[in-house]
């Protein structure tokens, strides 16, 4: 079973809709989460941590359920700059501490 | 703006080459990654250091390729002979190890092996 589990998507939506992505990870020892966003042929790139009491950082909002084991990305008011792959991203711990596992990733079309 | 740089950006060789990709991290991270990315499988992780001391390598094919830090500076992922399935992009990350932290990404190494 891998680490981390997503929905590879794709999706696609038109701009000003609300969109969800949601993981699930394997490991209940797992301390971080984040989500990272990939542009077609870059890198990846931190769009925001995931904290146990929910946050939100303008337009997204990232949830932690510890109990499910389970992650979302809430997108409001899509944009087209918003097109992407999103990879939900779990820090190990113990003896695998430091790395970062990460899933496949969901691809995002926001469309006009 | 501090940057990961890799070099070369493309690298297109023939089965049975040698490959060196070459990583400059961020001044002042302790921690270094290689990633290879395809789309069958993903980001998958090759190898890590800290503090210029291999932690895991353990996602590496060892009897081809091979990771190193020679210094602060500089890491080095080496294929040697390459073979046509090594065709992916290859990311060199830094970070600095704590609670949480954030792994910067260079802009990877696409390798084509013919």
């Known amino acids: 079973r891998k680490e981390v589990e997503q929905d590879p998507g794709p999706f696609n939506v038109p701009e000003g809709a609300t969109v969800a992505f949601n993981c699930t990870y394997s490991?209940?020892?797992?301390?971080?989460f984040f989500w990272y966003r990939q542009d077609c042929r870059k890198e990846p790139k931190l769009l925001m941590s995931v904290y146990s009491s929910g946050n939100e950082d303008g337009r997204f909002t990232a949830q932690l359920n510890r109990a499910s084991q389970y992650i979302s990305l809430l997108i409001r008011d899509s944009k087209l700059s918003d097109s992407a792959t999103y990879l939900c991203v779990v820090k190990g711990r113990g003896s695998t501490l430091g790395r970062l596992y990460f899933g496949r990733g969901t691809q995002l079309t926001v469309w006009p | 703006d501090a940057r990961v740089t890799q070099t070369p950006r493309h690298k297109v060789t023939e089965m049975g080459q040698e490959v060196t990709m070459r990583c400059q991290p961020i001044l002042g991270h302790n921690t270094v990654f290689w990633y290879r990315q395809t789309m069958m499988q993903g980001l998958e992780l090759l190898a890590y250091?800290?503090?210029?001391?291999?932690?895991?390598d353990s996602g590496m094919p060892k009897d081809r390729f091979s990771a190193e830090m020679p210094d602060a500076t500089l890491a080095t992922l080496k294929i040697q002979p390459s073979e046509p399935r090594d065709s992916a992009v290859y990311f060199c990350?830094?970070?600095?190890?704590?609670?949480?932290?954030?792994?910067?990404f260079g802009p990877g190494t696409r390798l084509t092996v013919t």
């Open positions: 490991n209940s020892a797992s301390q971080s």
């Open positions: 250091f800290r503090n210029r001391a291999p932690l895991d």
């Open positions: 990350a830094s970070g600095l190890a704590g609670e949480t932290y954030e792994q910067y």
